[in-house]
């Protein structure tokens, strides 16, 4: 059965560091949900204390509404797969997965039958006799999802573990991790850094810094409503502008940057002073006689590099702030040191918080 958790003003500190600090948060039962953040932000610290593998300095969890304070990690209904995985090298693929259920005291029908229904469920059927030590790193990422997975968790807990995988692989068992989600029902929370693994398994994400969350929402809300800056950069919206001026003009705002007009569309809190404008490469285009009512820019371009199934093309205001959009791989090529003029489509420019 999936569980609910709920994180109540929790804080860790080591020494004058707080790891977690003040957070407060739920995940629902059944929930896909994502920590996204640098290293050191605290993710790892924060599973850990889900997990029961250390205490908060102050602060309450709660599963299911249950305050877990007394309950030592063996006795949590959550299993984790750590980055490391941590599989037993003496043991064969079969005794590492079923390790669990023999602690549990599970008649040996049972537990081969469920080793078996594991195997084939991570694409591994027949290979419970193989040593560990000889699997590949694909293979034995498996094994510790299905060790993890037998015990029929109502939490999942799973700490990076994609990193160190090549990149095919790391996105063949990201979706495998989306199918086992829905098949098992339980609750996961999965901690990342790569925002394409959060971005396409997350029912809701969380971006930490600090200890603290910058913003948690649906993967789709962060590229419509980024609260700051610094969410907007590290889901890859990278184009933020200083604007000179922000001006109200009736229930519309525009930023005039380097002595353009852009409308913005506030987002989170901004004021005149800190506020950033971040434009959406994609929502920018060559202005054609059908952009006529877009807002346009006169722009320079001073770079295009080829990426495959598009062509980013750097360009420049006058006083030298940066733009970047993406063209059809096909597009004509601009010549460097060209002025282009762009148009900006509906929803392509929000202004912002620093940060
Ligand atoms: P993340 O998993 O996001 O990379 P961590 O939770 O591992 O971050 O660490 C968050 C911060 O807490 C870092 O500054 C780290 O150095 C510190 N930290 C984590 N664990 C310990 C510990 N056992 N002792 C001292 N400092 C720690
Ligand atoms: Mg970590």
């Not at 969350?213 to 990278?238: K, M």
């Not at 371009?301 to 030298?320: N, P, Q």
């Amino acid at each position: 059965m999936a569980i609910s958790i709920r994180i109540d003003h929790v804080t860790r500190s080591f020494g004058a560091t707080k790891a977690v600090d003040d957070l407060s948060l739920e995940i629902k039962a059944g929930e896909f949900f994502t920590l996204l953040g640098s290293s050191g932000s605290g993710k790892s610290t924060l599973l850990k204390l889900i997990g029961g593998f250390d205490k908060p300095s102050s602060g309450q969890i709660l599963f299911d509404g249950r305050n877990v304070e007394d309950l030592p990690a063996n006795k949590r209904p959550v299993n984790t797969v750590f980055q490391g995985l941590g599989l037993f090298p003496h043991m064969t693929v079969a005794q590492n997965i079923s390790y669990g259920l023999k602690l549990r005291g599970l008649p040996s029908a049972e537990i081969s039958s469920k080793v078996n229904g594991m195997l084939e469920m991570v694409e591994l059927g027949g290979f419970g006799d193989r040593n560990v030590n000889f699997l590949s790193g694909g293979q034995r990422q498996r094994v510790a999802l299905a060790r993890a997975l037998v015990m029929e968790p109502g939490i999942l807990l799973l700490d990076e573990p994609l990193t160190g995988l090549d990149e095919r692989l790391r996105q063949q068992m990201r979706d495998e991790f989306g199918r086992l989600h829905k098949r098992t029902g339980a609750t996961f929370v999965l901690v990342t850094h790569n925002q394409d693994e959060a971005l396409s398994l997350s029912d809701r994400m969380a971006i930490m810094h600090h200890g603290r969350i910058e913003q948690l929402d649906p993967p789709e809300q962060f590229f419509q409503t980024p609260l700051n800056a610094f969410v907007a950069r590290f889901i890859g919206l990278e184009n933020q502008l200083r604007p000179d001026v922000i001006e109200q003009r009736g229930d519309a705002w525009v930023a005039i940057i380097s002595g353009q007009t852009v409308p913005v569309r506030p987002t989170g809190r901004h004021d005149a002073v800190t506020s950033v404008v971040v434009i959406r490469a994609d929502r920018i285009e060559l202005a054609q006689a059908e952009s006529d009512g877009h807002a346009q820019l006169r722009l320079k371009v001073i770079e295009t590099t080829f990426r495959g199934l598009h062509r980013e093309v750097k360009l420049v205001f006058d006083d030298g702030q940066p733009l970047v959009m993406t063209l059809d791989a096909s597009a004509p090529v601009l010549a460097v040191g060209q002025t282009v003029v762009v148009a900006l489509k509906a929803d392509a420019a929000l202004l912002t918080a620093a940060g």
